[in-house]
């Protein structure tokens, strides 16, 4: 396994669009490699969730993963997820303002609209179906993800640049009012 250095924004891989797995390529072990590290690569990074266009490899593929984390202690856990050719349906209308960061974009937070429900369609790394509907800011999260793996960054979502942060000023000026909301978002739709 081997941590990988993550694209940071500017760079134009993070602009393309990741192209789907064989179920045949995704049993190789280097597809499975790749895997390890993309995971090996977000916990080195202290990350909920890495794409692997992050990684420069274009493909869909996605890890995402909270435990406890002095950077989010707000979020409930998502145990190790990894996401193949996922496909994200929203349920209903309904959305909530997230407070994102993303590991390809140093230092930053901003204000995303994200659905509140979804469905998601996907496999997992051995190919199996994932076929589950997801909430909150677990929904936020894969959203987040999906994204990545359509050329888009969180940045591209801030409909309010004046919501723009440092990690500093969000904790300063913006955390406690986002996790008393998304607190109260979490106890209404479970995660
Ligand atoms: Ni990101």
């Not at 393309?16 to 090996?40: G, H």
């Not at 869909?60 to 856990?77: G, M, S, T």
């Not at 193949?84 to 930053?108: H, K, R």
């Not at 998601?120 to 959203?143: C, F, M, P, S």
Request: charged letters at 25%.
């Amino acid at each position: 396994m081997a941590i990988r250095k993550i694209a940071q924004v500017g760079h134009p891989v993070l602009r393309q669009v990741a192209r789907p797995v064989t179920r045949e390529e995704l049993a190789t072990p280097s597809m499975q490699r790749f895997i390890d590290d993309l995971i090996e690569t977000m916990h080195d990074a202290d990350g909920a969730g890495l794409a692997a266009i992050q990684i420069y490899e274009p493909v869909q593929i996605c890890a995402i993963e909270v435990r406890d984390n002095p950077r989010y202690p707000y979020k409930p856990p998502i145990p190790l997820t990894v996401l193949v050719n996922p496909v994200l349906t929203p349920l209903g209308d309904e959305q909530f303002d997230n407070y994102e960061g993303c590991l390809s974009v140093p230092n930053l937070r901003g204000v995303v609209k994200r659905h509140v429900h979804l469905h998601v369609h996907a496999w997992d790394r051995h190919g199996n179906v994932i076929d589950e509907d997801v909430a909150g800011l677990k929904a936020g999260t894969y959203q987040h993800e999906v994204d990545h793996l359509l050329g888009k960054v969180f940045l591209d979502r801030v409909t309010d640049p004046t919501t723009l942060t440092t990690w500093t000023e969000f904790e300063r000026h913006h955390k406690a009012a986002f996790v008393a909301r998304v607190t109260a978002l979490v106890a209404r739709v479970g995660s």
